[in-house]
């Protein structure tokens, strides 16, 4: 299969665009700079801007799939500037994708990233893939999101949109800015501790996009999440456990406030999603488990 790849020079790509040349798909990676994939022969590498009209779209349409990972990080304070930012990196991207989709001339994969903040705060109630949208900024951004993606179907394109849980993996992504404060012992609860905590292992996101891109039975929403659900508080037990440290100094909700603004919601919100649709389409997960799936991410890479 050729595949043509959007944002996947960050955390989530440089894991799957590799595995997937492994597995025989020629992949062409989309972008700005230079590449940071190392030589190989299934691997291409074509300069362009994803959120502008350019050469790089009639490349997309003449590939089998497209995988779009783009999105501007959240984890940060958000003005109005850095939503817009968030917004448009991940809806405008998926419209110049979509743009190219429509002169294609055969049916092609769009696997569309989005996340888990689609739910916004659900609480305790259990999450499957069909469960509605939340409220707030992330839902409403994962929701115009999603909109933009599944706007491809009306061109008889199958969509895949992967709702992604929180990344787990060595090298960076979230773990990247916790690991130092946990191996100094500070780490704990963040809030009450009481929300669930969504989480995948960066393997298995991997793995999950080559299955959906495989099956051609697979469409629309899949949550991308463990199947083991943990809280907040559960996690940072773990992780603590996984690098030999204590974990007792909490982070109460009004320090995130303080620090982080609205952006602290992230953190804060529960959602306790459920893989239901991988689990019966016959995906088995490296890391089902949280314990495994730490002890792998806190190595040094």
């Not at 790509?13 to 190989?40: I, Q, S």
Request: net charge neutral; glycine share 10%.
């Amino acid at each position: 299969m050729r595949i043509f790849a959007v944002g996947a020079t960050g955390f989530v790509g440089r894991t799957l665009v590799p595995m997937l040349a492994e597995a025989g798909h020629e992949v062409t990676v989309l972008v700005r700079k230079a590449t940071p994939f190392a030589p190989h022969p299934r691997i291409q590498a074509m300069p362009g801007d994803p959120m502008a009209p350019g050469p790089w779209q009639a490349a997309a349409a003449s590939h089998d799939a497209v995988v779009n990972l783009a999105g501007a990080p959240i984890a940060t304070r958000w003005d109005s500037a850095t939503k817009e930012r968030i917004r448009l990196s991940r809806v405008r991207t998926t419209e110049m994708v979509v743009e190219a989709l429509r002169t294609a001339s055969s049916p092609k994969a769009f696997i569309c990233a989005n996340a888990v903040g689609y739910f916004g705060d659900q609480g305790d109630t259990p999450l499957g893939d069909d469960a509605p949208a939340g409220t707030g900024f992330l839902a409403e951004v994962a929701q115009a999101w999603q909109e933009a993606a599944l706007s491809a179907q009306a061109c008889g394109h199958r969509v895949i949109i992967p709702r992604f849980g929180v990344v787990l993996g060595p090298g960076g992504g979230a773990l990247g800015a916790m690991l130092p404060v946990f191996r100094l012992g500070l780490g704990g609860r963040i809030g009450s501790g009481r929300q669930w905590f969504p989480w995948i292992h960066i393997e298995d996101v991997a793995h999950g996009i080559r299955f959906v891109l495989e099956h051609d039975a697979l469409s629309g929403p899949i949550n991308f999440v463990a199947p083991e659900t943990v809280t907040n508080a559960e996690f940072t037990r773990a992780l603590a456990a996984a690098l030999g440290r204590p974990a007792v100094i909490p982070v109460p909700a009004w320090v995130l406030r303080l620090v982080l603004g609205e952006a602290a919601s992230m953190l804060l919100m529960s959602q306790r999603c459920e893989p239901r649709r991988l689990k019966e389409a016959g995906f088995e997960f490296t890391f089902p488990d949280l314990a495994s799936a730490l002890r792998h991410a806190v190595r040094t890479p």
